[in-house]
């Protein structure tokens, strides 16, 4: 099936701890995101990566770091999990050349106790 | 002023109603317009998009923009419980920004 996948789709884990969430596209776009959806469901963009290069970095904490190692994948790695991290994360992508939508995957529910 | 405004809701209407969902915005760099729809525990999806002033007619869904006045909304006619989630508008110029979402509710 031709989609966005992320993996793990749960992930629960003690603060302190770094955790990687994974992120792939099979549509054949240039350009892939990450957001973070919060408690009260506001999608806010994190990152923007174009043709494996960082292109949007919004204010996110040094601890969140993004790599892309080819243009189907878009990794968010995350140091010293906080409480303030739980959230559902959203990776997406979109093909430049096309109109503004974006694909969004199933979505990574982090928890961090 | 935020960017982009949304009533988060939650919004109750009973089936067969008529739906309007708006937001307003203050960036008139703001070019495309589109109304996502995402159901529980699931990613965003696109429903709508527009790129000018005017309506746009997609089955029981219509999307409306008024640039002048920096509005757009989306109506669900004949809505349906399957209908229920939140939708969530979105503007585009050289980065794309998301409104809060608006949860909606239909009522068998």
């Known amino acids: 099936d031709t989609a966005v996948s992320q993996t793990p789709k749960y992930l629960v884990t003690q603060m302190g701890n770094d955790k990687s969430i994974k992120c792939e596209q099979n549509?054949?776009?240039?350009?892939m995101y990450w957001y973070k959806q919060d408690s009260k469901k506001f999608l806010k963009i994190m990152f923007s990566?174009?043709?494996?290069?960082?292109?949007i970095n919004e204010t996110v904490p040094n601890r969140f770091s993004p790599k892309s190692p080819d243009k189907a994948h878009l990794n968010l790695h995350i140091n010293s999990l906080e409480l303030g991290d739980s959230a559902v994360y959203f990776c997406?992508?979109?093909?430049?050349?096309?109109?503004?939508?974006?694909?969004f995957g199933p979505g990574t529910r982090l928890t961090v106790l | 002023q935020k960017e982009v405004e949304q009533d988060p809701g939650p919004l109750s209407v009973p089936e067969g109603a008529i739906v309007s969902l708006n937001c307003t915005y203050s960036?008139?760099?703001?070019?495309?317009f589109m109304w996502y729809r995402q159901y529980s525990r699931k990613g965003p999806e696109l429903l709508m998009y527009?790129?000018?002033?005017g309506n746009k007619e997609d089955g029981r869904f219509t999307a409306q923009v008024d640039k002048s006045s920096k509005y757009i909304s989306l109506f669900i006619r004949d809505s349906q419980p399957s209908d229920s989630a939140t939708y969530l508008c979105?503007?585009?110029?050289?980065?794309?920004?998301f409104g809060k979402g608006t949860r909606l509710h239909i009522l068998p």
């Open positions: 997406a992508s979109r093909y430049t050349g096309g109109t503004n939508e974006q694909f």
């Open positions: 549509l054949g776009h240039d350009t």
């Open positions: 990566y174009n043709n494996k290069e960082l292109i």
């Open positions: 960036n008139s760099a703001f070019q495309y």
């Open positions: 527009t790129y000018s002033s």
């Open positions: 979105a503007l585009a110029h050289d980065k794309i920004i």
